[in-house]
C-alpha cells in the first residue's frame, strides 16, 4: 500500500503549510464548485445528497482511471487540492444530514464533523454507547478515499455517512 494522499494530509498539517490549513465551511462551496469542475459533473450530479457519496465515487474512480490512462499522476500540491476539496464536499454531505457539526484543529487532518450526542460502539463485539463528543475526521475519510482508489479498491463514503446518521461505528 503506497497511501500518498494520507502520508500528504498529515504532513502537510503537521508542518502548518498552506494546503494543510483547515477547510472552513464556508469554504465548502467554492471547493465543491472545483471538485464538480474537476470531475466533469454538474451541481444536479453532485447535490450534497447522501446518495451522491456514492456517485462522487464512481467519479472519481473515472477521474483516476482517466489519469492513470495518460500516465500522469497528480503532483504533491495537485492531489493536496484535490483532498481538500473532498473535504469540503464530503463535510457539507454530513453537516446537511447528520446532525453534526463542522469543526477543526486548524488543520486540513483535523477538519472534521463532532457530534455531541451519544453514539453506540461495538468493539470486539461489545456494544456500548460513548457518552463522549464523537469525530468523523474529514481529512482521514478524504485522503483514505483517494489512496483506496488508486490501489483500486472502493471507498466506502456511503458507510461512513450512515455509520454517522445511525450514530453507530465499529471500532476495530
Sequence with gaps: MNPRASRLTVEYSRKRLP????VDQSE????????RQRLHTTDEILDFSPNS?????DLLVEYEQSLRGARCELD??????????LV?????????HTGGQWDTDGTLYGTS?????????TK??????????????????????????????????YADFRSAKKRHISET
Design 19 to 22: 494546503l494543510g490549513r483547515a
Design 28 to 35: 465548502a462551496p467554492a471547493l465543491a464548485a472545483q471538485l
Design 53 to 57: 457519496l456514492n456517485t462522487l465515487e
Design 76 to 85: 504533491d500540491l495537485a492531489l493536496l487540492q484535490l483532498i481538500r476539496e
Design 88 to 96: 469540503a464536499y464530503i463535510g457539507e454531505v454530513f453537516v446537511r
Design 113 to 121: 464533523i463532532e457530534f455531541s450526542m451519544p453514539f453506540r460502539v
Design 124 to 157: 470486539e463485539g461489545e456494544t456500548y454507547v460513548s457518552s463522549r463528543p464523537t469525530i468523523f475526521s474529514l481529512g482521514n475519510i478524504a485522503s483514505d478515499s483517494w489512496d483506496m482508489i488508486v490501489e483500486r479498491r472502493r471507498p466506502e463514503l
